[in-house]
């Protein structure tokens, strides 16, 4: 991956301006090196002239909202909804969740498919360009959407948006249910755990957290295909995003050791071990530690034949 691609995806990444669809199309490149951004953003503002007209003409019956939901709010959500998940018929991946394919912006809005992250990610660049605000929650396992409530009374819900199941709206405490779930709470340290996320289960997700899950999601997608040099290229992607990320440093190595790039491998791995070596480091971190200390050892062996 040229570092002159890596920076401008960092630029993407980083900027201020609210779009996400260019850096979603950046990502895209990893598989498609001669992907045309244009088609898709003016495909996303076609979609967003048409949802700005059903929002704004949007009417929600007496009676039919839900307590403590701005009405207004919740016909917008529902018109948008309607328009997506009804007339284009956007859906939720169900059987083939693990391709590849459901990552990349390009074919979602081709293929009308995708998983959480990306779905949501659709949702928010039309809902923006219809007018709506809309903004991520970075929700543990699945990625949700939320519609703020406006401040002050009568009206204190939020709307939570499951892109994935076609708009689907869920109450917070049904967030908490799923995240209980999630994590099983039978001992202190779990209880413990799921408090420490609870409290940041409804924080607004912000544009390089939504971009990393994306990545994320895909690095892990590559790495069960055995595809390791797209996986590279997406973990040079995540480390644009946050340079300060040990892990995908200490990934990116190991992925060059495995693709037998073994300067890269011992470059980033020696560098890993530097800066994440810390006082009062817990048996599991000193574990890996003393295994990617090995690699290091095997690495330097083999350099020193090749010199």
């Not at 659709?122 to 929700?139: D, K, P, S, T, W």
């Not at 990625?143 to 409530?149: A, G, N, Q, Y």
């Not at 607004?204 to 895909?218: D, E, Y």
């Amino acid at each position: 991956m040229k570092s002159q691609f890596v920076r401008s995806f960092s630029h993407a990444a980083l900027s201020p301006d609210p779009d996400l669809a260019i850096a979603a199309l950046m990502i895209a490149r990893v598989e498609y090196p001669g992907l045309d951004a244009g088609p898709y953003l003016d495909q996303l503002d076609v979609y967003g002239r048409e949802a700005r007209v059903r929002v704004a003409e949007a009417v929600v019956a007496a009676g039919e909202t839900p307590p403590r939901v701005d009405p207004e709010h919740y016909a917008r959500v529902l018109a948008l909804n309607d328009y997506l998940f009804g007339e284009l018929q956007f859906a939720g991946n169900e059987t083939a969740y693990e391709d590849p394919r459901n990552s990349f912006l390009n074919e979602v809005l081709d293929r009308r498919t995708g998983i959480p992250i990306t779905l949501a990610l659709l949702y928010m660049e039309v809902a923006r360009r219809a007018g709506l605000h809309v903004e991520g929650i970075n929700f543990p396992g699945h990625f949700l959407l939320r519609c703020p409530s406006r401040p002050g009374p009568p009206y204190s819900e939020d709307l939570i948006i499951d892109a994935f199941h076609g708009g689907a709206l869920l109450s917070k405490e049904a967030c908490r249910d799923r995240l209980r779930h999630i994590i099983e709470t039978d001992d202190g340290g779990e209880e413990e755990k799921y408090a420490l996320v609870e409290a940041r289960l409804f924080v607004h997700a912000t544009k390089p957290q939504i971009l990393a899950r994306m990545l994320l999601n895909l690095k892990q997608t590559y790495v069960k295909m055995h595809s390791f040099p797209q996986a590279r290229d997406v973990t040079e992607l995540l480390l644009a995003v946050n340079p300060s990320a040990m892990n995908e440093l200490r990934d990116r190595g190991l992925l060059a050791y495995h693709l037998k790039d073994f300067s890269a491998a011992l470059r980033d791995l020696q560098t890993y071990l530097q800066l994440s070596a810390r006082a009062g480091a817990d048996a599991e971190e000193r574990e890996e530690h003393a295994q990617i200390w090995e690699y290091v050892k095997t690495l330097r062996r083999r350099m020193a034949a090749l010199n």
